[in-house]
């Protein structure tokens, strides 16, 4: 239907190593939005991707959106202390957002 | 600029009792929308609204009820608390779809609700 399917749920990583979430639909995507929400906090937007192929960066992520538009990916390369949390991709469709189950990174110093 | 803000942070219900989750944004936004965060579930929409005067149902609207009276205030109703809506609300805002703009939208900081 409309859920956006995340994996991995958890994911533990040593700081400096690389991390990437996937996010994957059944169905084609008008865009995909990426979340990241720190432990007792509250969602934070980070981008949109609209196009076909998109790769966009933001520092040490990269987001890329599927050439079919049906999955999205978010890398972080040499992860940080900062970067833990759980980060959402959602998908947008008729007013509603239809969020993914999140993957929870810890990062270990 | 406030952003979005919910009062209140924390809430303790027995079954039955009824309550009211306030959400506020001072960006002047047409969207709001509420959602419930459970474990390992993500955020799942639970009404929404274009603007004032309109709200609709997203994916678990049961149990609850919205009005949308100002563009700046939404409130969610629990008619009937009931233990399976312990959960964590947030409320979000962003401005109405408008081609070619991003549709960010901006999270309050939550209410944090227990049901005994």
């Known amino acids: 239907g409309q859920q956006v399917m995340q994996i991995p749920q958890y994911q533990h990583v040593q700081e400096g190593e690389d991390f990437t979430t996937y996010c994957n639909s059944s169905t084609t995507l008008s865009n995909i939005q990426w979340y990241k929400q720190r432990p007792g906090g509250h969602p934070v937007f980070l981008i949109q991707?609209?196009?076909?192929?998109e790769v966009k960066k933001q520092k040490r992520l990269t987001f890329q959106f599927g050439e079919a538009k049906k999955n999205s990916s978010l890398h972080i390369t040499a992860t940080q202390t900062t970067d833990v949390g759980t980060y959402f991709c959602a998908r947008y469709n008729f007013n509603k957002f239809y969020f993914g189950s999140g993957t929870k990174l810890n990062v270990k110093p | 600029n406030a952003g979005v803000t919910q009062t209140p942070k924390f809430q303790v219900l027995k079954t039955g009792q009824s309550m009211t989750l306030q959400c506020a944004q001072d960006m002047n936004h047409e969207y709001m929308s509420w959602y419930r965060q459970d474990p390992g579930m993500g955020l799942r929409l639970i009404h929404y609204?274009?603007?004032?005067?309109?709200?609709d149902q997203g994916e678990v609207p049961n149990g609850y009820n919205v009005s949308r009276s100002t563009t700046e205030d939404f409130p969610l109703r629990l008619l009937s608390a009931a233990p399976s809506q312990t959960s964590v609300y947030f409320c979000?805002?962003?401005?109405?779809?408008?081609?070619?703009?991003?549709?960010?939208?901006?999270f309050g900081p939550g209410t944090r609700l227990t049901v005994l």
């Open positions: 979000a805002s962003r401005r109405q779809r408008v081609a070619g703009v991003t549709d960010t939208q901006y």
């Open positions: 991707l609209v196009k076909s192929g």
């Open positions: 609204s274009v603007g004032a005067g309109i709200t």
